[in-house]
């Protein structure tokens, strides 16, 4: 068994003349204030052990890494229900693109772009006040996280709800073509709050551990989703995870991941770890630029890969 605890601190280490590299998502102007100099990667074993190195206890903005567990949530409430709102193909376009939306009516590619967040956002409102809904997405990352302390950055969700100007245009498009059921103001207030959940690295990797243990919390024992379940969401996170970089992605890290503007990602190794690496400077797809480079470096100093060895 490889010295996990070693591979990251080296990764952590080789990478560290490059903090603060990268551009802060600054069209959500509460997230331009964020301190670009800070990097962590966190790593929780399927059998519970922890590795962490740099910024790992610092809350950060989550924002599309959220769409994970909206996801997970949605597909509890309506299952394969959901693959007639959303798709499950590779958008190939930014993540907030309108364009596509309009040719394919309205039926946006996949759950991870926004549109299709969005979407599924309506989707965990049913039943629900858009508090109720907010509340239940909290509840169930707490749950998953087992720390009550994960909430709502509410200067970054107020931040994003003045200005998120293209995802009221994206859900208006929606709504026009049918494929929201509640009204826009509600589903875009339970999306702008779940993207606006803050966590630290450590927590996120915690709570990602149910998609590397075929659906199980192996530190609880408690069964999150079948096994089936969460490799489709893996599968989804690898062909989808970040827009139109998912495939360079996938090409150097071989692993399930989801980005965020915030600068994290949630990486999956299967029957391995759960993976949370977090560095504020994006690349020019939005990604996290250090976060990427130690996704890339960490697998291949564990050898891990759904590809092969
Ligand atoms: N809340 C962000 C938005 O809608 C999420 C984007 C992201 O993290 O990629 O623009």
Same mark, same amino acid.
């Given at each position: 068994m490889a010295d996990l605890q070693a591979i990251v601190d080296s990764v952590y280490y080789d990478?560290?003349?490059?903090?603060?590299?990268?551009?802060?998502?600054?069209?959500?102007?509460?997230?331009?204030?964020?301190?670009?100099?800070?990097?962590?990667?966190?790593?929780?074993?399927?059998d519970g052990q922890t590795h962490a190195a740099g910024d790992t206890e610092t809350a950060f903005s989550i924002q599309s890494i959220s769409k994970v567990f909206t996801l997970t949530l949605a597909l509890g409430k309506i299952g394969d229900g959901l693959w007639k709102?959303?798709?499950?193909?590779?958008?190939?376009?930014?993540?907030?693109?309108?364009?596509q939306l309009e040719q394919e009516k309205g039926k946006p590619r996949n759950p991870f772009i926004n549109a299709g967040a969005i979407a599924v956002a309506d989707v965990v409102l049913a039943g629900h006040l858009p508090k109720e809904a907010i509340g239940e997405i909290v509840q169930f990352i707490r749950h998953l996280a087992d720390d009550e302390s994960i909430a709502i950055d509410q200067n970054v969700a107020?931040?994003?709800?003045?200005?998120?100007?293209?995802?009221?245009?994206?859900?208006?498009?929606?709504?026009?073509?049918?494929?929201?059921?509640?009204?826009?103001?509600?589903?875009?207030?339970?999306?702008f709050h779940h993207c606006a959940i803050a966590m630290s690295c450590r927590q996120l990797a915690h709570a990602g551990l149910y998609l590397a243990s075929a659906g199980r919390n192996p530190l609880n024992g408690g069964s999150v989703v079948s096994a089936s379940r969460a490799r489709r969401i893996n599968a989804l996170m690898l062909m989808c995870g970040h827009y139109d970089g998912s495939g360079d992605f996938a090409y150097r @890290?071989?692993? *399930? %991941?989801?980005?965020? #503007? +915030?600068?994290?990602? &949630?990486?999956? !190794?299967?029957?391995?770890?759960?993976?949370? @690496?977090?560095? *504020? %400077?994006?690349?020019? #797809? +939005?990604?996290?630029? &250090?976060?990427? !480079?130690?996704?890339?470096?960490?697998?291949?100093?564990?050898?891990?890969?759904?590809?092969?060895?």
């Open positions: 990478l560290s003349d490059r903090i603060g590299e990268g551009k802060l998502a600054d069209y959500i102007p509460e997230l331009a204030t964020v301190d670009p100099k800070q990097f962590g990667i966190a790593l929780v074993t399927v709102r959303v798709g499950r193909e590779p958008s190939g376009n930014a993540f907030n693109s309108i364009v107020r931040s994003e709800t003045q200005t998120g100007y293209r995802n009221v245009a994206l859900a208006n498009f929606m709504k026009a073509f049918r494929n929201l059921d509640h009204p826009v103001e509600h589903v875009l207030g339970v999306y @890290v071989g692993l *399930p %991941g989801k980005s965020g #503007v +915030g600068g994290g990602i &949630l990486a999956t !190794a299967p029957g391995k770890a759960s993976i949370a @690496v977090w560095s *504020p %400077g994006l690349n020019e #797809v +939005g990604n996290s630029q &250090l976060g990427s !480079a130690a996704l890339e470096l960490l697998a291949q100093r564990t050898g891990w890969s759904v590809f092969g060895q």
